[in-house]
Every structure is written in structure tokens, then in C-alpha cells.
């Protein structure tokens, strides 16, 4: 069904680029967005008074059932087609679209078929400067997410031992998340002993032994929206110096989720992370942001980087993630998943080690 909420705050945006008349969506996790619809290859032309779901026979049933409040279109050669002709129609004038999610064959292909009476104007990024900020529905999704999350994680507590492989866990973790009736957010990542060092390690055969660590990193998928946690289990007795490290991580943790509030710089988020693990000589090992925005997609904006000149508002749900990643020994990410509110914030994953 049409969200007719994030529809009229979209066209609230328009006369910020040109006075566009309409806006063409052509990335379907933003269809998904504006419709609540899992838009699969298809467009959705958004004008002042109507919206408009061009798709192909593949998907038109399913779309005209699920979709209310939004006119199907079927194309039976190409979108541009049925575009040219709504333009016509509707006597757009100036029609929005969005760059990053054009390619030069599309854009060339886009020309050719608009009137001529018909500008294309870029709106970048119109639609996930929207989605920066969450509705409370999709904050209930996401809580949804990381409550099934947590049982993931307590059941993982039970498999992660010694004598067994990463991808022995990685497929008990994947049959326990479908049994719940959700999907990964992402190919999960298990890393065991020297593994952990690489921070997106893929699952192999290796076997886990005793008196070494074992970093977890998966997410969870419901409606859409996702989680995306990092634990970390050592197996045997922990060595002193793996837990200076972790301890070093969990302050500069601390100390950044301390700062987010309304109003706060995301750059200096991301220093004061960096400024903790410089005291215990350990900055020139986190090579990565500090976190980023999770919602419809795993790495949404903003992004937690002292590169980016983005301000927290409230809405906002991001990661908070520094690791330390020491070649050849191990490596340790803390990550929780933080909203930020009216007053401050909210750790969302509650810290559930």
C-alpha cells in the first residue's frame, strides 16, 4: 500500500530541485520505501497529485494486489516506453530522477524516449535523505529485527565450541534465522582465530580450537528492515592481551554512543572512538568508519566518519562499530546499533554480549 506519509513529505522536497513536477524511482529498495511494496525491477513515477507502478508481466498481478492508491502500468517493451507516454499525458514538465542510480546506457536510453517538452532534471539523493530519518513503524521493525537477533545469539552460545567449523555454525545460525521465519541481512561472517583479522572474512572449513576468539557479524531481516550486530566469543582462557584490546574497544565504544545526540557532528563521533584507541596505541589498527545508517539497506547514510559533514537527528538508527584488527594474531569488532532520540539516544541491541 502507498505511504501516503512518505509520498508527501517526497513532494514537499520537489521545488528544492527545479520545481520538479514529478520524480522517477528506479532503485527498488526506494519503491520499497515509498509503497511498503517489495518492488522487484520496476519503476515508480511520483507526480504532484498520483503515483504511478510501471512493471512488467512478471510482476503486474502481484503488484495490483498488493499495491493501493498507486496506478499499474505493464509495459510490454521497454518502461521507457510507458514513461514517454505518462509524461505526455500528464504534461510533465520537469521530471526528477536520481544520478547514482543511472547508468550512462540508462540515461542515454531515458533522452530518447521523453518528450521533448519534458526536462530531466538531477534530484539526487531525494529519496535516502528521507530515509535517513525513521518513522516509528520502522523503528518497531528494527526492534523486531534485533529481539530475534538476541535469540539468535543466546542460541549461538550453544554452538560455537570447540571441534566445530565456521560453516558447520554459519548453517546451524542460517537454519535457526529461517526457522523464525526471517533471512540474513547479509552473508554472515564467522571468524575464528587468525580469521578474525580480515574484518569481512568469508565462512570457510576451518575448525575452531581451544584458547582463541571467535567473531560473529550477521544480521537479521524482517519486512525489509534489518539488524546488524558484532559478538565476539574466545574459547578457553582469554589472553591478556586479547582482553586489553577488547577492553580498549568497549570504552572508545562507550565513549562515541555517550556523544550522540541531536545536533552532534557524526565526524566527531567517529574522532572520539579514534581518540581512545590512540591512548592504547591501537587507532592505526581500526582502518574503518566508525558505523553507518541501517535500515531497508545494511549500510544506509549517514555514514560514522570523520570524512562525512553529516549532523545526528533524531530518527536516525546507526551502528557503532570500532575494531581492531592486528595481522596475523586477531581481530575484534564491538558493534551495537543506536537511535537517536529527542534527548539523546537509545542502544537499541542493549549491549547483549
Not at 27 to 41: K, Q
Not at 96 to 113: A, M, P, T
Not at 122 to 131: K, W, Y
Request: net charge positive.
Amino acid at each position: 500500500m502507498l505511504n501516503k506519509t512518505k509520498i508527501k513529505k517526497l513532494i514537499v522536497e520537489f521545488p528544492r530541485y527545479r520545481n520538479i513536477d514529478a520524480f522517477l524511482v528506479t532503485n527498488d529498495t526506494n519503491t520499497r520505501y515509498l509503497t511498503d511494496f517489495p518492488a522487484c525491477e520496476s519503476w515508480l513515477l511520483v507526480t504532484l497529485k498520483k503515483s504511478y507502478y510501471i512493471t512488467d508481466s512478471r510482476y503486474t498481478l502481484e503488484a495490483r494486489q498488493g499495491l493501493k492508491g498507486v496506478t499499474v502500468k505493464q509495459f510490454t517493451t521497454t518502461p521507457c516506453a510507458t514513461l514517454f507516454e505518462l509524461c505526455k499525458t500528464l504534461k510533465i514538465k520537469r521530471l526528477g530522477f536520481d544520478e547514482r542510480h543511472s547508468s550512462v546506457l540508462f540515461l542515454k536510453k531515458l533522452k530518447g524516449f521523453c518528450p521533448t517538452r519534458t526536462k530531466l532534471i538531477p534530484a539526487t539523493g531525494i529519496v535516502e535523505e528521507l530515509r535517513e530519518i525513521k518513522e516509528p513503524q520502522e523503528i518497531e521493525t528494527t526492534r523486531q529485527c534485533l529481539k530475534l537477533h538476541v535469540k539468535a545469539l543466546r542460541f549461538m552460545h550453544k554452538v560455537v565450541k570447540k571441534g566445530v567449523s565456521e560453516r558447520s555454525i554459519a548453517l546451524k545460525l542460517e537454519q535457526f534465522v529461517k526457522s523464525h521465519g526471517a533471512e540474513f541481512s547479509f552473508p554472515p561472517i564467522i571468524a575464528s582465530g587468525p580469521n578474525s583479522c580480515f574484518p569481512h572474512a568469508k565462512v570457510s572449513d576451518r575448525i575452531l580450537k581451544d584458547n582463541e576468539p571467535v567473531l560473529l557479524d550477521f544480521g537479521i531481516q524482517i519486512n525489509g528492515y534489518k539488524s546488524d550486530l558484532t559478538r565476539n566469543f574466545f574459547l578457553g582462557r582469554m589472553t591478556a592481551h586479547y582482553a586489553q584490546v577488547l577492553e580498549a574497544l568497549r570504552l572508545a565504544q562507550a565513549q562515541a554512543i555517550q556523544m550522540i545526540k541531536p545536533g552532534v557532528a557524526v565526524a566527531d563521533v567517529d574522532a572520539q572512538a579514534r581518540k581512545v584507541l590512540r591512548k592504547f596505541k591501537l587507532a592505526k589498527y581500526f582502518g574503518h568508519s566508525l558505523g553507518h545508517g541501517v535500515g531497508l539497506d545494511i549500510h544506509e547514510n549517514p555514514r560514522l566518519s570523520v570524512k562525512s559533514q553529516a549532523i545526528l537527528q533524531p530518527g536516525m538508527i546507526v551502528t557503532v562499530e570500532p575494531g581492531v584488527y592486528i595481522p596475523h594474531q586477531f581481530g575484534i569488532r564491538v558493534e551495537d546499533m543506536v537511535l537517536v532520540t529527542e534527548q539523546g539516544c537509545e542502544v537499541l541491541s542493549g549491549h547483549i554480549d
